[in-house]
């Protein structure tokens, strides 16, 4: 017999899945669970139209993504600076 979910998890695993951005096979593998078993669960869920399609969190997703991704140059930029430091003062030494 397989493994039984408490249904809060199962909405859950859903929500992530719709809303994550990741494929249900690594949402399922992050979980610990059959890929099969959750693309059922979304199958199910689209199904009864128990997931609601929120714009706003898509909205501030899309935000949020902008924002990491102009930190993650700014990041990039001071590393690249680091790294040129490092060597210059690596070659003063000798």
Do not use: C
Not at 3 to 32: C, M, N, T, W
Request: charged share 35%; net charge positive.
């Amino acid at each position: 017999m397989g493994r039984v979910y408490k249904v809060e998890f199962r909405h859950e695993a859903v929500r992530l899945a719709l809303s994550s951005g990741l494929s249900p096979e690594r949402i399922a593998q992050d979980l610990g669970m059959g890929s099969s078993t959750l693309k059922k669960w979304i199958r199910d869920a689209q199904k009864l139209d128990t997931v609601v399609a929120d714009t706003t969190d898509h909205t501030a997703l899309l935000r949020e993504n902008e924002r990491l991704r102009r930190e993650n140059l700014l990041l990039r930029e001071e590393r690249e600076l680091l790294k040129k430091a490092t060597q210059f003062f690596a070659s003063q030494r000798l």
